[in-house]
Each structure stands twice: as C-alpha cells, then as structure tokens.
C-alpha cells in the first residue's frame, strides 16, 4: 500500500503571497489532518478533514484554510503568507479518524517564506 | 486545556543501552489517549507506541515499552537495547476532544 504523499516536498513563496499544498491518504482512508512544525512552536494542529467535511480545527488565523476531495484528496491553503509562516506542514491520514486507529504521517512540504 | 511537556530537548544514549524519555500532560478528561512518535532525520513520523487511558497496563511494543502513571499524568517512553536507527526527534502525544496534542519533542542521540 502506498503511504502518505504530499506535495511539494519544498516551496519558496514571497510574503504576501498565497500557497496550496496537496496531501494524498493512504487508499481507504477517509480522514485527513494537518499539522504546521516548527522549531519553536513544535507541532501544532491545524485541521482535520472527514468525508469531505472540516471535523476539527486549531487555533489558527482565517488565512489558513483546506478541503478535502471526494477521493479524499485534501489541500490545504495559506493566503496573505507571512515570514512566521515558514514551517514544515505535515498531513496525515488514518482510516476512521479516530484515534483508536494510528494516524500515518506524509513526508511533509518545507515551506519558506521571504 | 491539553497541554504535553517533553523537558528533555536534547538526550544520548549508549549504543545497546536503555534510555527514558519524560512526558508529562494535563487534561481534565478521564478517558483519553496518548502515543509516542518518532520523526528520524528523514522527516516521516512513524507511530511508535499508544497506550489507552482506560487501560493500566503498560504498552509494549518489542523493545519500546512505556510507564503510564495516570494519577501523576506522566508517560515515559523506554527504549532498550538501543540501536542507531533509533536516532530520531521522538513526540509525545495526547489526543482527546478529537484532536492531537504534541509536545515540543526529545532528540535522541545514539552513540556507537
């Protein structure tokens, strides 16, 4: 079974600019969270996707946003970037949503923002 | 609110050696769950071991086992016979009200 994919694996964007990163599931699976990484602030959740529906957010601006395809495809949106933005995004994907079962993490997109 | 706390930044261990990793949490929730993660250099987080909070018994997992003490809120991760792929930024993790709680994260160095 293929894993997790997301991409791209490294983007540079400018401040100001927006930015849509792609996360692949695991086939079967209908769940779909993000989370952002970075050094200081260690991993923080951003949102989760069930059935094509947000189930659960974080704590973060209205700039950060997402959808999830009827194949369970989900982009997630970034607009008006700022510099604090630059971070690791990771996604990750389990079969129910639940946390009954793992969650089974991408390799991330590095995004810098100048 | 959720909060997880790894006060070890940075530990190293002795190839084929025993090392503890500290988490601590707090939630005012009763049931509730939590995993240890490990994020090796090339960035793909990997599950490592979950334990039920309803559950007293310790998970293991081969050579990954943990100390569960609920009423302290403490979950350390103890990995023996430590090998070099165990090299990684290891996550402790709550998940309750639907959503996943991490902590800042442990590097874990392993010397030859």
């Known amino acids: 079974k293929a894993g997790v994919t997301q991409t791209p694996r490294y983007l540079i964007k400018t401040r100001g600019q927006q930015v849509t990163l792609s996360c692949s599931p695991i086939s079967g699976h209908r769940s779909v969270s993000w989370y952002q990484q970075t050094p200081g602030q260690g991993l923080q959740f951003l949102f989760e996707y069930f059935s094509e529906t947000q189930r659960n957010k974080g704590n973060f601006p209205g700039r950060f946003s997402g959808r999830q395809f009827s194949n369970s495809r989900s982009e997630m949106n970034v607009s008006t970037l700022e510099l604090g933005d630059s971070a690791l995004y990771l996604c990750?994907?389990?079969?129910?949503?639940?946390?009954?079962?793992?969650?089974?993490f991408g390799p991330g997109t590095r995004l810098t923002v100048t | 609110a959720q909060t997880v706390t790894q006060s070890q930044p940075e530990m190293s261990v002795q190839e084929a050696e025993t090392v503890t990793l500290s988490c601590t949490y707090d939630t005012s929730e009763s049931d509730y769950y939590l995993f240890w993660y490990k994020q090796p250099p090339s960035r793909q987080m990997i599950l490592v071991i979950r334990q039920e909070a309803y559950k007293q018994q310790n998970a293991t997992e081969n050579r990954f086992s943990v100390n569960f003490q609920k009423a302290a809120k403490s979950f350390s991760l103890k990995i023996s016979d430590s090998q070099l792929g165990d090299a990684a930024m290891y996550f402790c993790a709550l998940y309750n009200f639907n959503k996943f709680y991490f902590g800042s994260g442990t590097k874990l160095n392993v010397k030859p």
């Open positions: 990750a994907s389990s079969a129910t949503g639940t946390a009954l079962y793992e969650q089974y």
